[in-house]
């Protein structure tokens, strides 16, 4: 074919691109786009979603396990809207994923035509790359850009609005070619100027106790290895936010854990107290992480290794800014610690001692309740019986709200990498359900699980019949409590337990799953939950534990806020 039109173009496209899924619900505005992906062979599977919000999701959670971009698509109108949240999400954690969205003709704006909705400004502030083409002749172009800008320097998410007469338009076949290696992120990597590197290692040789912060940053450049080289040559703990859980296998004895205020706790809060520097990884020291930028302390002196200058220095002053890939930084700053290690303070700090004592503190409290016969039943139990029952390559996903600060603070991940995911940069309901189907999806040998409260689960319900429909042997955790636990037990805390339009009605959510073809199970006993866990674990299709759970505001939740 020496022509193509714009729908074949986006297509053809997306391919030398290196996409395998597409996520996306159809349209109106759509067709050009869907009749092109019927008529050409590709290789490329389209997964229809129930909901644009969750195509985004779906794409979100393949882009973190797959290493690849994530694409999803939706129409115009109420389409371009509802895909917005899931590329905002996207892009505030650094995943690159993107939004393609067809809109009303070109000669139609301004006229009044059905969904007609300035797509160019509504994604302008919140993607990292955006454009609305006007002409066919410009999507090749825009595609290479868009992958290009998602894939380099801070990876984020970028959005092409395609028009429904630009879809029709004829392109020329010769400029349909892809730039190799933006098929994957982090691409291009670059490092810190070295004369920074060398002095930021003789700054952390002269104190006593460094200690590490570690954010998403780390797993995604997949500088996990040598991460754990330098912290073993400083014996140094390493502390993680929410994002940057798996940074260090959780079975390292230099790896604290979870920090801050949702999954950290007291005894890992002291861990940080402790040092007399601090060295941010891939992480912007953000309100949850740092307890309101209260922990560490502003007086402790800082090396921050980003690979967004403009994180650096935001939230604290920095004594050494090293811009750059996180894992060709640590490169560079384990072969400096080596040649300079004669410049090293002597000191009888013992790291694995300190991670020790503040990891025997945290899962005492947690195994005693754990072991308990209570009803409702204790959150803790589910996390202890299912981290008893997953493999332990598992990728679990969890909603805001119940599921994250348990599993962050908890849920003990047996090897490095991704293999827990959820939605920290805005925390809306509904994530996990679709993110978990899109792990699944890049990675179908892995066991993914979904654990949400029932607020995210009644957000997410229509997508079971995609489960079902895709024969995705997901594995669904429901904390069933009948409230927005997150806001009642905030209520609790820090409004007098004036408890105000946060409950609702309790849903029997393994009868709606089975409706949908879904193997499920509901319980209420204690002392059956392991035996459950470990059946529907084990089913080789979709499953659903619907578990009649203790309410955030009545139990000892990892949140240091509610802690006293």
């Known amino acids: 074919m020496d022509q193509f039109n714009g729908a074949e173009a986006a297509v053809r496209m997306l391919q030398l691109n290196g996409v395998r899924h597409i996520f996306g619900l159809c349209g109106d505005t759509s067709l050009p786009f869907y009749d092109a992906l019927y008529r050409m062979e590709h290789g490329m599977t389209h997964v229809l979603t129930r909901d644009e919000r969750s195509a985004a999701y779906m794409a979100d959670g393949y882009a973190r396990v797959s290493g690849k971009v994530g694409v999803c698509e939706g129409p115009s109108g109420g389409g371009a809207t509802y895909l917005l949240p899931g590329l905002v999400e996207a892009n505030e954690s650094s995943i690159p994923v993107l939004g393609i969205t067809s809109d009303v003709p070109v000669l139609s704006r301004g006229r009044y035509p059905l969904t007609e909705l300035d797509q160019d400004s509504l994604y302008r502030p919140l993607t990292k790359w955006n454009m609305v083409c006007d002409r066919a002749e410009q999507i090749p172009q825009a595609i290479r850009s868009a992958f290009r800008q998602m894939t380099t320097g801070r990876p984020g998410a970028a959005h092409i609005g395609l028009p429904y007469d630009v879809l029709k338009q004829q392109v020329d076949a010769s400029d349909l070619w892809a730039q190799s290696g933006h098929d994957r992120y982090p691409a291009w990597r670059y490092v810190a100027d070295p004369a920074a590197i060398a002095a930021a290692a003789e700054a952390i040789l002269k104190v006593r106790s460094p200690v590490f912060i570690c954010g998403g940053g780390v797993v995604i450049a997949g500088a996990m290895e040598v991460l754990g080289r330098v912290a073993t040559l400083l014996d140094a703990p390493v502390c993680t936010t929410v994002s940057g859980k798996g940074s260090l296998a959780e079975t390292h004895p230099l790896c604290a854990g979870v920090v801050g205020a949702n999954g950290g706790v007291i005894a890992t809060r002291e861990v940080v107290q402790q040092a007399d520097l601090v060295i941010f990884i891939g992480c912007r020291a953000g309100s949850t992480t740092t307890e309101h930028w209260k922990n560490p302390s502003r007086d402790i002196p800082i090396v921050h290794i980003d690979i967004d200058p403009s994180v650096i220095s935001a939230n604290y002053k920095t004594a050494h800014a090293l811009v750059g890939d996180a894992r060709l930084v640590l490169e560079g700053l384990l072969a400096q610690l080596q040649e300079q290690r004669g410049k090293r303070v002597k000191t009888q700090f013992d790291g694995k001692a300190v991670v020790a004592r503040a990891r025997k503190v945290k899962y005492e409290a947690f195994q005693k309740l754990a072991n308990e016969i209570a009803r409702p039943i204790r959150p803790e139990r589910v996390l202890a019986q299912l981290h008893r029952v997953l493999p332990r390559d598992a990728i679990v996903v969890a909603d805001p709200g119940t599921p994250c600060p348990y599993v962050s603070g908890y849920y003990e991940m047996l090897e490095a990498g991704r293999h827990f995911i959820t939605n920290r940069a805005h925390g809306a309901l509904g994530y996990s359900m679709s993110a978990a189907m899109g792990a699944w999806f890049a990675q179908p040998q892995k066991k993914c699980v979904s654990l949400m409260g029932d607020g995210s689960f009644g957000f997410s ?18 904390f069933s409590n009948a409230t927005y636990g997150w806001i009642k037990a905030s209520q ?19 009868l709606i799953a089975q409706g949908y073809g879904v193997k499920s199970w509901k319980v209420e006993d204690p002392e059956q939950l392991g035996s459950v866990l470990q059946q529907a674990a084990e089913h080789n299709g979709p499953a659903l534990v619907d578990v009649i759970a203790q309410s955030l505001e009545e139990a000892a939740a990892p949140v240091l806020q509610w802690m006293g």
Do not use: C, W
């Not at 946060?502 to 849903?507: E, G, L």
């Open 461 to 478: 319900v229509g997508e079971l019949e995609t489960v079902v429909r895709h024969k995705v042997p997901l594995l669904m955790i429901v």
């Open 492 to 510: 609790k805390a820090s409004y007098g337990q004036r408890y105000f339009s946060v409950d609702f009605n309790r849903t029997d959510h393994a």
